[in-house]
């Protein structure tokens, strides 16, 4: 969500191309090594292609894990949007949607695993994991995010000014 909102500010009268390309830049994104929280979902699972939502204790500790993580991406990114005053509201938000949208159609999947998700799950899964793009120690993971994040911000506010 933060990288696409700030991957949105260089769009400022374009918020369909924001979105876009802040939807791009999640799977830019996942290949660089990273830490993901476990979700489980439905009988202990937590292999997302084997996965399904059940109402239970498992969907309760994932679902707050999910809205924290939604929660804080989106605190950051409206931080960024009224501080730095990068852009327009409207590309700015259409960046953060997008930025996090793949991540939600993996809940989406969970459900429904149908065409299109199917081939989005595939290559998102390729992309993320299936490529060894996982780091398994939370402190060095959740680092490594904060820096590319830090770096996305940054770079992209030094070439708006």
């Known amino acids: 969500m933060i990288v696409g909102t700030a991957v949105a500010s260089l769009f400022p009268s374009n918020p369909a191309l924001g979105f876009g ?50 929660a804080l991406g989106l605190a950051v990114s409206l931080v960024l949007i009224f501080s730095l005053n990068l852009s327009s509201f409207s590309s700015l938000i259409a960046g953060c949607l ?41 402190i060095i993971g959740i680092f490594t995010q904060v820096i590319v994040a830090f770096l996305a911000v940054w770079i992209i506010y030094l070439y708006m000014q």
């Open 21 to 70: 390309v802040a939807f791009l830049s999640h799977f830019v994104l996942d290949t660089i090594p990273h830490w993901d929280y476990a979700i489980v979902m439905k009988n202990g699972n937590s292999d997302i292609k084997d996965m399904d939502i059940e109402f239970n204790k498992n969907f309760i500790g994932s679902f707050i894990k999910i809205s924290s993580d939604v």
């Open 98 to 138: 997008g930025g996090m949208l793949p991540d939600f159609l993996q809940l989406v999947y969970m459900k429904f695993k149908h065409e299109p998700l199917l081939s989005l799950q595939k290559f998102h899964r390729w992309i993320q994991k299936d490529r060894g793009c996982k780091i398994k120690n939370p």
